[in-house]
């Protein structure tokens, strides 16, 4: 999710391995204009063990959620929420495609909160904007 507009991104990771996580993770990340991926916050959990992998790959500098406190992840939590309503927890994830995550993500880029409008303000000032998003 993109911090300032909310748009979700999901990516469809093709393993359970930190290794798949972090080639998943890349390659997403590869696809958004750098100036509009600097840095991202995760929990603790054991996929990003090779977070070092993602910075390098993508230069995203990637920070971590003290353990146990959910309210510096608070954007994230409110998504988790909203996805449950397509993924509830402990559905298999590996039966969906990522046309299918696309199109659950579409769903909530749509909502009346409109992140999509929002995300496309940011990109177009980051393409055409002042140096302070390099």
């Given at each position: 999710?993109?911090?300032?507009?909310?748009?979700?991104?999901?990516?469809?990771?093709?393993?359970?391995?930190?290794?798949?996580?972090?080639?998943?993770?890349?390659?997403?990340?590869?696809?958004?204009?750098?100036?509009?991926?600097?840095?991202?916050?995760?929990?603790?959990?054991?996929?990003?063990?090779?977070?070092?992998?993602?910075?390098?790959k993508?230069?995203?500098?990637?920070?971590?959620?003290?353990?146990?406190?959910?309210?510096?992840?608070g954007?994230?939590?409110?998504?988790?929420?909203?996805?449950?309503?397509?993924?509830?927890?402990?559905?298999?994830?590996?039966?969906?495609?990522?046309?299918?995550?696309?199109?659950?993500?579409?769903?909530?880029d749509?909502?009346?909160?409109?992140?999509?409008?929002?995300?496309?303000?940011?990109l177009?000032?980051?393409?055409?904007?002042p140096?302070?998003?390099?």
């Amino acid at each position: 999710m993109e911090r300032t507009t909310r748009l979700v991104i999901l990516v469809k990771v093709d393993g359970t391995t930190a290794t798949a996580a972090a080639v998943g993770f890349s390659d997403k990340l590869n696809e958004v204009p750098r100036a509009l991926r600097l840095s991202m916050t995760y929990d603790q959990g054991r996929e990003m063990v090779k977070h070092a992998d993602i910075t390098q790959k993508t230069g995203t500098a990637i920070y971590f959620a003290d353990p146990h406190s959910p309210w510096q992840l608070g954007s994230n939590e409110n998504t988790n929420g909203l996805l449950r309503q397509y993924l509830p927890k402990g559905t298999d994830l590996s039966v969906y495609s990522q046309e299918e995550l696309d199109e659950i993500a579409d769903s909530l880029d749509t909502r009346p909160r409109m992140p999509l409008e929002v995300y496309a303000e940011v990109l177009k000032k980051s393409v055409a904007g002042p140096s302070t998003f390099q």
